[in-house]
């Protein structure tokens, strides 16, 4: 059944799959992280304000996201940014984002309340003589988020943080319905150049399953440490 | 902005000259639920075998779950699906593999298999979790009762997990529902599909994904309406589940 297997294909097209495909990957990866981690903080905080409009708001917009699949989210903002920045900087037309762009705000903004629902566990999992002690030192709401709650949460959660890093690094792939050449989106541009999808599929699978292996290794790990340091 | 807004376009017939736009949802609704539900029954099943493999005492056994459920997990879906769709027809025996191109529904039925494969390993590691959670007395009191392994986890320890992971598993049929839009990547037209298939032939965007977007939300709503039903009927008695007051 591999006797037709041409590895030659991944020899000649491994260098745009990386270089390119992967490049790509890990980009959008690591700033949708960012930015999704910082925005879900945000959230989270907001869906623990004692302020109830706040509360509901955050909370509307997490369980909004949460019921959406991502491919329909995906196809919502590239739709929906040109518009948006049309009106934002006044422009009578659709202003055109590109995919890049398009493609991070996506994902910052779908992340971002899955980030949120972990950095509200690891909140509220602080106990609160910590917010009496903050008090008693005379901190503020911010001080005392930014100084005691917040960094003591993102320790704790660090594990699970990078658990839902590595749904995202897959949910990346999605990209592919607009037609970008991510990593898949790049294997599979050469898979259907060359008639050679049995390789390409088999080869991209291999390289997630590895990297995956890794990192969740990684993540076990982490969550073993952080658990000594408790 | 200047958008023209028309939620009329709904009533308005779609390019086939016989079903309107809504129809075109409603049919993309079917296939979404469809989808979801033949791949749950198949997830639940292997997911409870995978999940009971992982808590016997063979370390063998145990391992070959262990690597279903990475395998499974460490593959993104859209990668899964491709494989699916357009790998393992080729890998079989020719005969096989043309029968499998030829079916009538073939987005469909590969779509079913995948989500069933993809969701079975998170469903898997659930049962386990669910199982190990278990006092470790239930199990001893079954043997003790004469019951075989096999007596003991079917008419003892999974109907036990089951109540007791009924909360995450909840999830994941949420998920699962979402998932099967990765589905029109091979051209399953399914819900999602249909929305983007209703903007592309009316460019109504904003109306289609709204409705799309309207419809999850209520799948949504009946789903974790119903397994909060579930729940309260199903919860054991004596944990914190079942309430404090019972």
């Not at chain 1, 905080?45 to 509901?56: I, Y």
């Not at chain 1, 049309?86 to 309340?113: C, D, N, R, Y």
């Not at chain 2, 599909?193 to 460019?203: D, I, K, L, P, T």
Request: proline content about 4%.
């Amino acid at each position: 059944m591999f006797s037709q297997f041409d590895f030659d294909v991944i020899a000649r097209s491994w260098l745009y799959l990386f270089r390119t495909g992967m490049a790509f990957t890990l980009e959008l990866t690591v700033l949708s992280m960012l930015g999704g981690v910082a925005l879900g903080t945000l959230l989270a905080l907001g869906r623990l304000s004692s302020f109830k409009p706040v509360a509901l708001l955050a909370a509307t917009y997490v369980n909004l996201i949460r019921a959406v699949p991502l491919v329909l989210v995906i196809f919502w903002f590239y739709f929906l940014v040109p518009y948006v920045a049309a009106w934002l900087i006044g422009a009578a037309e659709p202003v055109k984002v590109g995919t890049f762009l398009s493609a991070l705000i996506t994902f910052i903004l779908f992340q971002a309340a899955y980030y949120c629902e972990i950095m509200r566990g690891g909140i509220q999992a602080i106990s609160r003589g910590q917010l009496y002690a903050a008090q008693a030192l005379g901190m503020g709401y911010w001080q005392t988020m930014w100084l005691i709650v917040l960094p003591q949460a993102f320790r704790n959660m660090l594990p699970v943080l990078l658990t839902q890093t590595i749904v995202l690094f897959q949910d990346v792939s999605l990209v592919y319905v607009l037609s970008v050449p991510d990593f898949v989106g790049a294997a599979s541009k050469i898979a259907q150049r060359d008639g050679r999808l049995v390789e390409m599929y088999v080869f991209v699978a291999l390289v997630y399953l590895l990297l995956c292996c890794v990192l969740s290794w990684l993540a076990r790990r982490l969550q073993a440490r952080v658990a000594i340091i408790r | 902005m200047h958008y023209n807004w028309n939620w009329a376009i709904f009533r308005e017939l779609s390019p086939d000259g016989v079903h309107t736009y809504w129809d075109t949802l409603m049919s993309g609704l079917a296939w979404t639920l469809a989808t979801s539900l033949a791949g749950w029954v198949m997830a639940l099943a292997l997911g409870m075998l995978v999940g009971v493999l992982r808590t016997l005492p063979s370390p063998w056994l145990r391992r070959a779950g262990t690597a279903y459920v990475e395998l499974f997990r460490n593959i993104p879906l859209l990668v899964q699906m491709f494989l699916w769709f357009f790998v393992v027809p080729e890998l079989l025996p020719r005969a096989a593999g043309d029968w499998l191109k030829a079916l009538p529904n073939a987005p469909f039925l590969t779509a079913v298999v995948c989500l069933g494969f993809f969701t079975s390993a998170r469903v898997a590691v659930q049962v386990t979790a669910g199982i190990e959670a278990l006092a470790g007395g239930q199990k001893l009191a079954a043997l003790a009762l004469g019951l075989t392994r096999r007596q003991t986890y079917r008419h003892v320890l999974l109907p036990l997990a089951l109540r007791i992971i009924l909360p995450p598993l909840t999830s994941e049929f949420l998920n699962i529902i979402k998932n099967s839009s990765v589905a029109l990547t091979i051209g399953l037209m399914e819900l999602t599909a249909s929305a983007r298939a209703v903007q592309e032939f009316s460019f109504q965007v904003f109306e289609a994904f709204s409705a799309a977007t309207l419809i999850y939300v209520l799948v949504n709503i009946v789903v974790v309406a119903g397994m909060a039903w579930l729940e309260r009927r199903l919860a054991l008695p004596g944990t914190l589940a079942s309430g404090g007051g019972r």
